[in-house]
């Protein structure tokens, strides 16, 4: 396996005048994963992304321990905005994450404070809204975009700068179902397109099913899964109170591997669950 | 033509200064220019809005200025002034974008990058705080908040509604603030766009600004 592009040492945290929230996280994001981080309201999520920027404990402040690094560095002495060069990260509060009036300008913005020229942040701002299907809506005032529009266009202003990770915090708390497919299909594309590494904090494990690769689970700020889906899914479901966190059809799955003592694939749909479970079970009926 | 928002700005000081300098029949030629002017770039119902809200405003500085014992012609020629100063920039706003003027500001005027970035981002969370007070008003509503009672109840009541929306403007500006932080804000923002170049068009409006301006100094030497 390459190193690592995220490790956390021996990681604790605290915030200012706060207990601590975040306790001996050990823990590796692979290169060119779908990594989804999930956990209770309150587990850590949120704290171990800003960490992962840099943003804490630097920009914070708090107590901590141990050591982050990122693609190979560590976090600690570096600024959150050179960071920002290597690793895009969208919080949940999306809106508030805008600056400027116009979509291009929301682009540009960061381009230009890292020195890039102005033709080059013309290019990049073009092929950025191109990526998420805004073209041609550089002109667009902020207040013409829709809600989603809007989010996909943060998403733009951090994919031009061509990060290497990519970090999401709760990208589709606010969608219908409808919508958060959708944009995780376009997440999806971008993964397929630039090779990158990401990151994505989701509840419901299974919008992004088809597409995971690794899964991290905090609980109470604590690291109590993780590695490639499949075996951090196991151990997930091995701890009854985090057993509900699954896709209800991994739950299926392992339910069915538990009773019938069977070895099954892992499913990344329902009709690939299916086909096998009709495979499998045709040849039980057979048999017997 | 389009003139840079430094030739707009000038303009504008220079006219500010008209106003002081001139005598009230030139500035009241210069209102109608302004509003001619204005009218041609907008003419929708947002200028005439601001307009007929200056023009109220103007009243009432009339009348508050004849409380204080001003006499009546001193009162309206304060009026006009003042009209035709905010004319002014009203015009400049309705001609060019606020990026362009905050731009202008860095570059040419040397204002710190900081306080020009103000002037855009106060107009970017504008339409939010708009849809936030809406949200927070309909939920208070929802929890017993009412507008109804003499002036001071309401007011009273109405603390309210602004208590949690604060509370969410501020939340919302600690956001910005690490989105700032994320994407390198400093000093190179500005230094880094385009630069906008003075073009033939603004030198010449530079020029006829520049000699209306020292005209009495010119006509005394001459």
Same mark, same amino acid.
């Given at each position: 396996?390459?190193?690592?592009?995220?490790?956390?040492?021996?990681?604790?945290?605290?915030?200012?005048?706060?207990?601590?929230?975040?306790?001996?996280?050990?823990?590796?994001?692979?290169?060119?994963?779908?990594?989804?981080?999930?956990?209770?309201?309150?587990?850590g999520k949120t704290t171990l992304c800003k960490?992962?920027?840099?943003?804490?404990?630097?920009?914070?402040?708090?107590?901590?321990?141990?050591?982050?690094?990122?693609?190979?560095?560590?976090?600690?002495?570096?600024?959150?905005?050179?960071?920002?060069?290597?690793?895009?990260?969208?919080?949940?509060?999306?809106?508030?994450?805008?600056?400027?009036?116009?979509?291009?300008?929301?682009?540009?913005?960061?381009?230009?404070?890292?020195?890039?020229?102005?033709?080059?942040?013309?290019?990049?701002?073009? /092929?950025?809204?191109?990526?998420? @299907?805004?073209?041609?809506? !550089?002109?667009?005032? &902020?207040? *013409?975009? +829709?809600?989603?529009?809007?989010?996909?266009?943060?998403?733009?202003?951090?994919?031009?700068?061509?990060?290497?990770?990519?970090?999401?915090?709760?990208?589709?708390?606010?969608?219908?179902?409808?919508?958060?497919?959708?944009?995780?299909?376009?997440?999806?594309?971008?993964?397929?397109?630039?090779?990158?590494?990401?990151?994505?904090?989701?509840?419901?494990?299974?919008?992004?099913?088809?597409?995971?690769?690794?899964?991290?689970?905090?609980?109470?700020?604590?690291?109590?899964?993780?590695?490639?889906?499949?075996?951090?899914?196991?151990?997930?479901?091995?701890?009854?109170?985090?057993?509900?966190?699954?896709?209800?059809?991994?739950?299926?799955?392992?339910?069915?591997?538990? /009773?019938?003592?069977?070895?099954? @694939?892992?499913?990344?749909? !329902?009709?690939?669950? &299916?086909? *096998?479970? +009709?495979?499998?079970?045709?040849?039980?009926?057979?048999?017997? | 033509?389009?003139?840079?928002?430094?030739?707009?700005?000038?303009?504008?000081?220079?006219?500010?200064?008209?106003?002081?300098?001139?005598?009230?029949?030139?500035?009241?030629?210069?209102?109608?220019?302004?509003?001619?002017l204005l009218l041609y770039i907008k003419h929708?119902?947002?200028?005439?809005?601001?307009?007929?809200?200056?023009?109220?405003?103007?009243?009432?500085?009339?009348?508050?200025?004849?409380?204080?014992?001003?006499?009546?012609?001193?009162?309206?020629?304060?009026?006009?002034?003042?009209?035709?100063?905010?004319?002014?920039?009203?015009?400049?706003?309705?001609?060019?974008?606020?990026?362009?003027i905050a731009q202008a500001l860095v570059e040419?005027?040397?204002?710190?990058?900081?306080?020009?970035?103000?002037?855009?981002?106060?107009?970017?969370?504008?339409?939010?705080?708009?849809?936030?007070?809406?949200?927070?008003?309909?939920?208070?509503?929802?929890?017993?908040?009412?507008?109804?009672?003499?002036?001071?109840?309401?007011?009273?009541?109405?603390?309210?509604?602004?208590?949690?929306?604060?509370?969410?403007?501020?939340?919302?500006?600690?956001?910005?603030?690490?989105?700032?932080?994320?994407?390198?804000?400093?000093?190179?923002?500005?230094?880094?766009?385009?630069?906008?170049?003075?073009?033939?068009?603004?030198?010449?409006?530079?020029?006829?600004?520049?000699?209306?301006?020292?005209?009495?100094?010119?006509?005394?030497?001459?």
């Amino acid at each position: 396996m390459s190193e690592a592009v995220i490790k956390f040492k021996d990681f604790h945290f605290a915030y200012l005048n706060s207990e601590v929230v975040l306790h001996d996280i050990n823990m590796e994001i692979r290169p060119g994963s779908f990594t989804v981080l999930a956990g209770h309201s309150g587990a850590g999520k949120t704290t171990l992304c800003k960490a992962m920027a840099g943003i804490i404990p630097h920009y914070y402040g708090g107590r901590y321990a141990g050591d982050v690094e990122v693609l190979g560095e560590s976090t600690q002495g570096k600024k959150v905005a050179d960071l920002a060069m290597d690793l895009g990260l969208m919080l949940e509060d999306y809106e508030s994450q805008l600056v400027s009036l116009t979509a291009g300008e929301e682009i540009a913005f960061g381009l230009l404070n890292h020195g890039f020229n102005p033709d080059e942040v013309e290019l990049r701002t073009k /092929k950025a809204l191109e990526d998420v @299907g805004l073209p041609g809506r !550089e002109n667009y005032q &902020l207040d *013409e975009l +829709s809600g989603g529009q809007r989010q996909r266009l943060l998403l733009a202003s951090l994919l031009a700068v061509h990060p290497k990770i990519l970090i999401l915090d709760e990208p589709v708390s606010a969608m219908d179902p409808q919508g958060a497919l959708s944009l995780y299909k376009l997440l999806n594309k971008i993964y397929q397109e630039y090779k990158m590494t990401i990151v994505v904090v989701e509840h419901n494990i299974n919008f992004v099913l088809p597409y995971v690769t690794d899964l991290v689970v905090v609980e109470e700020g604590r690291i109590a899964a993780q590695g490639a889906f499949a075996t951090a899914a196991k151990q997930v479901y091995e701890q009854e109170n985090l057993r509900h966190m699954l896709p209800a059809l991994w739950q299926i799955k392992f339910n069915l591997e538990d /009773k019938f003592h069977l070895s099954l @694939g892992a499913w990344r749909s !329902e009709d690939e669950g &299916l086909a *096998e479970i +009709s495979k499998k079970f045709e040849r039980v009926v057979v048999e017997r | 033509m389009k003139l840079t928002a430094f030739t707009q700005l000038i303009v504008v000081l220079a006219v500010t200064a008209w106003v002081f300098i001139l005598p009230v029949q030139a500035v009241a030629i210069i209102l109608a220019l302004e509003l001619a002017l204005l009218l041609y770039i907008k003419h929708d119902r947002l200028t005439l809005a601001a307009i007929g809200a200056l023009t109220i405003f103007t009243g009432m500085m009339i009348l508050l200025q004849l409380l204080f014992r001003s006499p009546l012609n001193v009162a309206l020629i304060g009026g006009l002034r003042m009209f035709v100063m905010t004319t002014a920039f009203l015009c400049l706003l309705a001609a060019t974008r606020i990026q362009d003027i905050a731009q202008a500001l860095v570059e040419k005027f040397h204002l710190p990058y900081e306080y020009a970035f103000m002037l855009t981002t106060a107009l970017r969370f504008v339409p939010d705080f708009l849809v936030d007070s809406e949200a927070t008003l309909d939920a208070q509503s929802c929890r017993g908040y009412s507008n109804r009672g003499n002036v001071f109840k309401r007011f009273f009541s109405y603390l309210a509604v602004v208590k949690p929306l604060v509370m969410r403007a501020v939340a919302k500006s600690d956001t910005l603030a690490l989105s700032m932080e994320l994407k390198g804000f400093g000093s190179n923002t500005y230094k880094n766009m385009k630069p906008q170049r003075l073009q033939m068009a603004d030198y010449l409006v530079l020029l006829v600004t520049l000699i209306l301006s020292t005209y009495s100094f010119w006509v005394g030497k001459i």
